[in-house]
């Protein structure tokens, strides 16, 4: 199982990842995670948005247990977030065939072509689409690419691939997703792994606050409309407003973008992007009201929604099973709930679903300097193993 070491820097030989839906990384790691499917006796199928199905073969033939992740990350971001799903999820697999020959039902590993929103200002893209509820309007990434321009050419050269299939697949019965936890609970609480009850309700938004371009040294102070100017109070009252909300609410402005983005000149405008997720849907409503109507008491200052996920429990049966094969063998797991949105949160309304956690190395996620130990992401695979055996064999 040093198999999953060297896949995983197979697959990342820079420092931090920028595998962003549909760029030139993202295809060749779907591609290779096709190759290296096909090489082990798995059927690839490509779907028009990307999303990779390796389909490995049960006694019978009817609808798979599936397991994977998304193969995005966010701009520089680490190893592990959305790959060790996937690459995890194909050594479960291997594992589970070389132990045990070809279980009774089909398993089939998904890497979603998207989940993290980074590129377009769209996210679950890919487990979206593959559960029928994408709605997608007209995107653009910061090149004016269009979302639908780089599908095509990207899935294109994905579904004429030799001996892939291009089409869309009907859901597996059962999903599990492998994860690393992202947060610091399991390293500080000194537990292999975390079981997975549920996962946080998130709101997305841009925010694009208008001015009028001016000269620095010739424009009063009393009459410019300086657009950093106004977004600036304006992000100070809402980190106001999101420390006075609830105590588990979670307030984020990572993205900011000033037009003209010149020294001298007074900005045109300022367009910046707002995450907020609590464990309830009622939390996090009450913050968003209040958080709109702060809003919109700025002039000149529009906001849209980008995304809108709902606070979600996972398949208790699934994590019963997982606590009871953890402590068969031997390994100290805690339950948790994910502050994390997860390809998962989307399978769930579907199919019964459920994740297993191992622990991130200081917490550390979306960030090169994500880690977990060489030990940790392999005993995630051997119980992502042992519980596919379980439901395959069902
Ligand atoms: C996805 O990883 C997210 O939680 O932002
Ligand atoms: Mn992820
Ligand atoms: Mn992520
Ligand atoms: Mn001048």
Redesign the pocket.
């Known amino acids: 199982m040093t198999q999953l070491l060297d896949l995983l820097d197979q697959f990342t030989h820079q420092h931090d990842q920028n595998r962003l839906v549909y760029n030139q990384d993202w295809l060749a790691n779907q591609r290779d995670l096709i190759f290296l499917g096909q090489r082990c006796g798995a059927t690839a199928i490509v779907d028009d948005y990307g999303n990779v199905y390796l389909d490995f073969p049960g006694q019978i033939n009817d609808q798979p247990v599936a397991t994977g992740s998304h193969m995005d990350t ?1 701009k520089y971001g680490g190893r592990y ?1 959305g790959l060790y799903g996937v690459l995890g999820g194909f050594c479960a697999i291997q594992q589970l065939y070389e132990q045990h020959g070809i279980p009774k039902h089909p398993i089939r590993l998904i890497s979603f072509s998207e ?3 980074n590129r377009f200002l769209a ?1 679950f893209t890919g487990s979206k689409y593959y559960t029928g509820t994408l709605q997608i309007e007209k995107l653009l990434d910061n090149q004016g690419i269009t979302f639908d321009e780089a599908r095509r050419l990207a899935v294109t050269q994905l579904q004429h691939l030799p001996y892939v299939k291009a089409q869309h697949v009907a859901l597996p019965v059962t999903f599990t997703e492998l994860h690393i936890e ?1 947060g610091p609970r399991l390293a500080q609480n000194n537990k292999k792994i975390g079981l997975v009850t549920g996962i946080v309700a ?1 709101n997305r938004y841009e925010v694009t606050v208008h001015g009028q371009a001016n000269h620095a040294g010739t424009t009063p102070m009393a009459q410019r409309q300086d657009a950093i100017a106004t977004a600036s109070l304006l992000m100070t009252k809402l980190y106001a407003l999101a420390a006075d909300t609830a105590e588990d609410l979670t307030f984020t402005i990572g993205e900011i973008h000033v037009s003209p983005n010149v020294s001298n000149v007074v900005a045109e405008s300022c367009r910046f992007t707002i ?1 907020c997720r609590a464990n309830t849907n009622d939390q996090l409503m009450t913050f968003v009201t209040k958080m709109l109507q702060l809003l919109e008491q700025s002039k000149r200052t529009s906001v849209i929604e980008t995304l809108h996920v709902p606070a979600t429990r996972l398949s208790d049966d699934l994590l019963t099973q997982n606590a009871a094969l953890a402590t068969q063998m031997n390994y100290s797991y805690q339950t948790l709930f994910s ?4 390809d998962s949160q989307i399978m769930s309304s579907f199919v019964p679903t459920t994740m297993i956690f191992v622990p991130s190395e200081a917490g550390i996620s ?1 960030a090169p300097a994500e880690y977990t130990k060489p030990a940790d992401l392999l005993t995630g695979v051997t119980l992502l193993s042992a519980s596919l055996f379980m439901q395959a064999n069902g």
């Open positions: 966010v977030d989940e993290e929103g996210a992202q998130q995450d502050g994390a949105g997860h979306h």
